[in-house]
């Protein structure tokens, strides 16, 4: 249907009518074609820009990318580490990278394929084993133990171990939120689905109240507090950041998973 809307090359009002095209980004020497649908000027023919709709076109593209070259996936990397109970930065040190290249994968970025092929090689369990031989001094010794107890779980001969979400004392979490003037507490990702294991993060979605003005400092002691009530690592994200986050897919993804433990 079309609609009247501003066009800046006419510069009045015009007639915009959709479409829908298609169009080439070339990732890396590849020319990848991903479907679009736009929004045409019926006088001048220029496309309105939308900033969102070009950062979720670039995902696409990168998203084809990965499928014609047979690379994992954003959310495949973060399973992986954290199927091992691995923080960020004790994966990039078994895998001989830095955490940096670890974080930038899991958020979209697209890794090199050396890369990926490592990161392959360690989501086998008998894998991660030989790594945790060669390269586990680079471990704190808390971290080494979890990695390897996972590991033992993960191996083919282990005993299933059933899914273990966190136990969460709804008056222990209330007080908490208060304190911090939390309006809002949702989870998100994998602590919602039947693959959370004993080593994975509980992923915490926080919405302040309009009179909370905190530092980062601030949100690693609310981190630090759910963690000991979760008992085990959490990952905690301020929705009004998300909200504004340029990674589309991502935050459609947590904004419409996440599921409200806590509303004030």
Request: net charge neutral.
């Given at each position: 249907?079309a609609?009247?809307?501003?066009?800046?090359?006419?510069?009045?009002?015009?007639e915009?009518?959709?479409e829908?095209?298609?169009?080439?980004?070339d990732?890396?020497?590849l020319k990848?074609?991903?479907?679009?649908a736009?929004e045409v000027?019926?006088?001048?023919?220029?496309?309105?820009?939308?900033?969102?709709?070009?950062?979720?076109?670039?995902?696409?593209?990168?998203a084809?990318?990965?499928?014609?070259?047979?690379?994992?996936?954003?959310h495949?990397?973060?399973e992986?580490?954290?199927r091992?109970?691995?923080s960020?930065?004790?994966?990039?040190a078994?895998?001989g990278?830095?955490e940096?290249?670890?974080?930038?994968?899991?958020?979209?970025?697209?890794?090199?394929?050396?890369h990926?092929?490592?990161?392959?090689l360690?989501?086998?369990?008998e894998a991660l084993?030989?790594?945790?031989e060669?390269?586990?001094?680079?471990l704190s010794?808390w971290?080494?133990?979890?990695?390897?107890?996972?590991?033992?779980?993960a191996?083919?001969d282990?005993?299933?171990?059933?899914?273990?979400?966190?136990v969460?004392?709804?008056s222990?979490?209330?007080?908490?939120?208060?304190?911090w003037?939390?309006?809002?507490?949702?989870?998100?990702?994998?602590?919602?689905?039947?693959d959370f294991?004993p080593?994975?993060?509980?992923?915490?979605l926080?919405?302040f109240g309009p009179?909370?003005?905190?530092?980062?400092?601030d949100?690693?002691?609310?981190?630090?507090e759910l963690?000991?009530q979760?008992?085990r690592p959490?990952?905690?994200?301020d929705?009004a950041v998300l909200?504004?986050s340029?990674n589309y897919?991502?935050r459609?993804?947590?904004?419409?998973s996440a599921?409200?433990?806590?509303?004030a």
């Amino acid at each position: 249907m079309a609609a009247m809307k501003y066009c800046p090359c006419c510069e009045v009002e015009r007639e915009f009518r959709p479409e829908n095209r298609s169009e080439t980004y070339d990732v890396r020497g590849l020319k990848v074609q991903v479907p679009v649908a736009v929004e045409v000027c019926a006088s001048c023919g220029e496309t309105l820009l939308d900033e969102a709709r070009d950062q979720a076109l670039l995902i696409e593209a990168y998203a084809e990318y990965r499928r014609s070259k047979n690379l994992l996936f954003p959310h495949e990397i973060k399973e992986t580490r954290e199927r091992y109970a691995l923080s960020q930065k004790s994966f990039a040190a078994l895998l001989g990278m830095s955490e940096a290249t670890i974080n930038r994968y899991e958020q979209g970025g697209l890794q090199e394929e050396t890369h990926d092929n490592a990161i392959r090689l360690a989501a086998a369990p008998e894998a991660l084993r030989s790594l945790l031989e060669r390269r586990g001094h680079l471990l704190s010794e808390w971290q080494r133990q979890r990695a390897g107890q996972a590991v033992q779980r993960a191996l083919p001969d282990a005993p299933s171990t059933p899914r273990s979400p966190p136990v969460i004392d709804p008056s222990r979490l209330g007080a908490f939120c208060r304190r911090w003037r939390i309006a809002e507490l949702a989870l998100f990702g994998s602590v919602l689905r039947d693959d959370f294991a004993p080593g994975s993060d509980v992923d915490a979605l926080v919405r302040f109240g309009p009179d909370a003005r905190w530092q980062f400092e601030d949100l690693d002691a609310m981190r630090r507090e759910l963690e000991a009530q979760f008992g085990r690592p959490v990952d905690l994200v301020d929705r009004a950041v998300l909200e504004h986050s340029r990674n589309y897919l991502r935050r459609r993804a947590i904004l419409d998973s996440a599921r409200v433990i806590y509303a004030a």
